[in-house]
Structure formats: structure tokens, C-alpha cells
């Protein structure tokens, strides 16, 4: 079957409408620094076994030659509870501007993830001014229960990737019966586990290689731009009245 010819096509606006093409996904000069990546964890415990995960996960990343940090949610208010300049607020979406991709790991509470990491998240907006904090970067998703192994935080967790237009990888970990897989020093012991979290690390940041240098273009709409162009119309017109 032939591509069929714009002309066919009256409703389209033929000036904002683009043909994706390799050229326009390829970056002829990629970026040479680590990939940066945010880790966000969902408990306050003093043991944490959301917090040791995301600490190993942090490990394996540098060990990649990934450049990381991990945001501590002690303190952080409700969303709304507080105004958005609040010092943690502030600190999180300076870190998540900074950052290129992330990682956020929950313990499942309830068949679902807890409400410190999604706190965290719904302190993002999908955009600030100009800047979106969230969109075009990459995400890899992971969870720790105290029983069987359950996958209801990690699909939460996809669903809002999906929703601050994020690049949720393929793969994910679920850790089961988590106080079983650390010891005493915090460390993941080897295991099954432990194997899966290298696995999602590693795919993680090469999602964010390939993708870092294009992301705004991979998450490029049609209807962003023909909503935007009917913005400025409007504004223009209205000047010139």
C-alpha cells in the first residue's frame, strides 16, 4: 500500500505536520557526560528496605558510570499543604530538571504503592514555565513487599510514568519477602533478585543513552503543535485589535 498524499487528508494543519524520519532521531553529536539519574524511594522507616534498594540500585548505576542522586523525602509537606517554594519542594524539582532519567522504587502497602513516593511525584508538574521536569526522560520502576511477590506498585508506577510523559523501560524488579534479601549492613545479599535489579540498571541506562539527546523530539506532538500555533494566532489578533 502507498503512503497516502497529505492532500487527501483536509483536516490536518500541513504546515505542523512532520514526517518522522531517521535523520531527525539521530543526533550527530551526543552527548559525552554520565547520564544523570534521579533515584526516588517511598519510605520513612529507619530501615528502609525501599531506601537499601534504591541505595544498591544507586551503586550498580555509578558502577555503569552513571552519575546519581537519591532524594531524601523526610520533610517533604503534602502536596498543597504547603507553598511550592518550600526548601524540599525546591530541592526535588531542581533535581529532577537536572536529571535525565530516573528510578523510583516503593514498598507495596495496602496493594499499593505508599504515599511518600507519591507525594514525591505529584510535586512534579508536567511543566514549569517553559520546562517540563518530567517528560521525555527515562524511568525504571521498581518494589519491595514484606510477602509474596506482587507487581501492584510497580504497574502504579508505570501508569504515572506514562501520565508525566516519562520513557518507562521495558524491564522492572519486584523484590518479595524484602527483610529476607538484605543484612545486617544493608547490603542486597546474591540472588535471583539482586540479578534482576542489575538487569533493570543496566537497561536503564542504556534507554537514557539512546534517548537523551532526542527526547524532546520523541515526545514531539502534533496536537502540542497545532494547539501552540493557535495560542500565539489568538494572541497575535488580539494585539493587533
Known sequence: MQNASTADM????????????????????????????????????ERSFSRLLTEEAARLLQAMG??????????????????????????????AAWAEGMVWTSPERHGAMTGILKSQIDWLPLSLGAVRPTQGKTLAVMEVSGGSQ??????????????????????????PKAFLEFDEAGRMKPSSCYDRVVDVMEELVKFTLLTRDVSAHLVDRYSERKE???ALSKRVNQRAI
Open 10 to 45: 483536509p483536516n490536518l494543519a500541513h504546515d505542523l505536520f512532520i514526517v518522522p524520519n531517521q535523520q531527525t532521531i539521530t543526533n550527530p553529536s551526543p552527548s559525552t557526560h554520565a547520564p544523570r539519574i534521579l533515584l526516588l524511594y517511598g519510605s520513612l522507616r
Open 66 to 95: 552513571a552519575e546519581t542522586q537519591i532524594y531524601n523525602p523526610t520533610g517533604l509537606p503534602q502536596p498543597d499543604a504547603e507553598p511550592d517554594d518550600h526548601p524540599k519542594v525546591q530541592e526535588l524539582r531542581s533535581l
Open 150 to 175: 506482587s507487581f501492584n506498585a510497580v504497574n502504579q508506577m508505570r501508569i504515572l510514568g506514562r501520565w508525566m510523559r516519562m520513557i518507562t523501560i521495558p524491564n522492572q524488579s519486584s523484590v
Open 228 to 230: 501552540s500555533a493557535e
